[in-house]
């Protein structure tokens, strides 16, 4: 569903509980503020919420104030909202069953955390029973007919617009459940995120339920294994793509031999496991709506998840699957915010899965674009790492043909750095709409809500590369606590 949602100072707090909730179940929130505790006025913030029900932008609205009562009071001017004050799960239940109400107004002095998530939930879920309560409801609209113009209040209290950072950025759970889809093919960037994802995982920030190939090449599971083992992670299940899917480039520089150097125990791809029924059992094994997908390459694993069926792990098909235990898919890929796909890898290189889970995902999509990234380098330490370490033999092999200098773009790092903290002080995220092409080049609306954003970078670069080159090197000492994020 999407839904609006304001709030004016005495409903700051209840709508950052509101708003987590509401993404972790699937939603698509649309904020329009008031993002600090500040003393604004609320008819803004309720004319903003209402004119999105009015003109059915929103599915439903939530408004918070210290009472609900003055939101609800505004909201009511616009013809076809129904704002209802509810404190009670027998009201909410009620104005949705007998007034078919659309926006939900609460007091933020007056509900509880708990007990605001359970009157979301009941308001959201409970249906407008009909019968006897339409006839009341046509005699509002007659009400509204006779009274009402028809004008809509475009006036919005202004803000500072950094106030509202933190509402577009999901607060991630500690440690945050990671299932991650790599192409490990012809960039050794991606060793370095692996590297980075198991240093995190070490220090208590994330867990990894598995990790698949996008690639067909023989040793590209092999490596990430090796990597893995040398992390002290050798169980991490590693799947691979089956029935000749994945993408293929005979170019590669550096995997044959990390493969043949380090220890691991997979032979080839073809010794691994299925890649969907990795990711399949993982899912299944998670709590709902807590998973973040994070892909760094190809979509041709999640098309396949997508659209696979019912199995010994799970009963759900794959769409269902998916939406039921992913809280967010993190993409690696696309330029921001327009796209003519001359360089655009991670989609082009195997478009139809592309095209199809970006098309088809039943939730929340942050695309973390190339040129966040490939303005952001690290490398050049990695000649200091053991030379047991596999990531710095990939670097060394990589990087090592044009000179000394190891640095490189950071694609797939960042993407990492996004997933396990959300936008944190380095990143704030652009909401919108794909308009995806058949040749995977697109365009960006963003005025045309969905369940798709991109992030936008908001550090200075060089700060941004000094902490991922302090987590890939275990620089415990350089690392910043969680909150510093």
């Known amino acids: 569903m999407n839904i609006f949602i304001g709030n004016d100072h005495g409903g700051y707090h209840l709508k950052k509980v509101i708003m987590r909730h509401l993404e972790d179940t699937g939603h698509h929130v649309i904020n329009v503020g008031s993002d600090s505790t500040e003393i604004v006025r609320y008819p803004y913030y309720a004319g903003q919420v209402a004119n999105a029900v009015a003109n059915q932008e929103a599915d439903f609205g939530i408004l918070i104030c210290n009472t609900g009562l003055g939101m609800s009071m505004a909201a009511n001017k616009y013809k076809g909202v129904r704002a209802a004050v509810v404190s009670s799960e027998e009201t909410a239940r009620l104005t949705r069953e007998h007034n078919n109400a659309n926006v939900l107004c609460l007091g933020g002095k007056f509900v509880s955390d708990t007990l605001a998530v359970k009157l979301v939930d009941i308001f959201l879920n409970t249906p407008f029973s009909g019968g006897r309560h339409a006839i009341s409801l046509g005699l509002i609209d007659e009400l509204e007919s006779e009274n009402h113009i028809g004008a809509a209040w475009s006036v919005f209290d202004r803000e500072l617009e950094a106030k509202r950072d933190a509402f577009y950025c999901r607060e991630k759970q500690r440690p945050v459940p990671i299932l991650l889809d790599t192409d490990m093919l012809t960039d050794c960037d991606d060793v370095a995120a692996l590297a980075m994802l198991l240093n995190l995982e070490k220090h208590g920030y994330a867990k990894i339920l598995g990790m698949t190939v996008s690639s067909k090449y023989p ?216 308009n995806l092409h058949d040749d995977c080049s697109f365009e960006w609306d963003p005025e045309k809500p969905s369940n798709m954003s991109y992030i936008l970078q908001k550090e200075d670069r060089k700060k941004m590369a000094a902490v991922m080159n302090a987590i890939i090197m275990d620089d415990t000492t350089a690392i910043p606590d969680a909150d510093a994020f």
């Open 219 to 434: 040793m590209s599971a092999p490596v990430v294994q090796a990597v893995n083992t040398y992390y002290n992670r050798a169980d991490i299940p590693v799947g691979a793509p089956k029935n000749g899917r994945g993408a293929y480039r005979p170019d590669s520089c550096f995997l044959d031999k990390v493969s043949a150097e380090f220890p691991h125990t997979l032979q080839s791809n073809d010794d691994a496991p299925d890649a969907v029924e990795v990711m399949r059992k993982a899912l299944a094994d998670a709590q709902d709506h807590s998973v973040v997908l994070v892909t760094i390459g190809y979509m041709t694993n999640l098309e396949t998840l997508l659209k696979s069926q019912p199995d010994a792990y799970s009963e759900l098909d794959g769409q269902t699957l998916v939406k039921q235990k992913v809280a967010e898919w993190v993409c690696m890929g696309g330029n921001f915010p327009d796209d003519s796909a001359a360089d655009n890898v991670n989609f082009t290189r195997d478009p139809q899965p592309a095209l199809y889970a970006i098309q088809n995902f039943p939730g929340k999509i942050t695309f973390v674009g190339r040129e966040i990234g490939h303005n952001i380098y690290v490398g050049d330490d990695f000649h200091d790492l053991p030379k047991e370490n596999p990531l710095r033999r990939a670097y060394e092999l990589h990087r090592g043909r044009y000179g000394e200098n190891w640095d490189h773009h950071t694609a797939d790092p960042s993407t990492v750095l996004y997933a396990v903290f959300g936008c944190s002080r380095f990143f704030e995220v652009q909401s919108g709409s794909m």
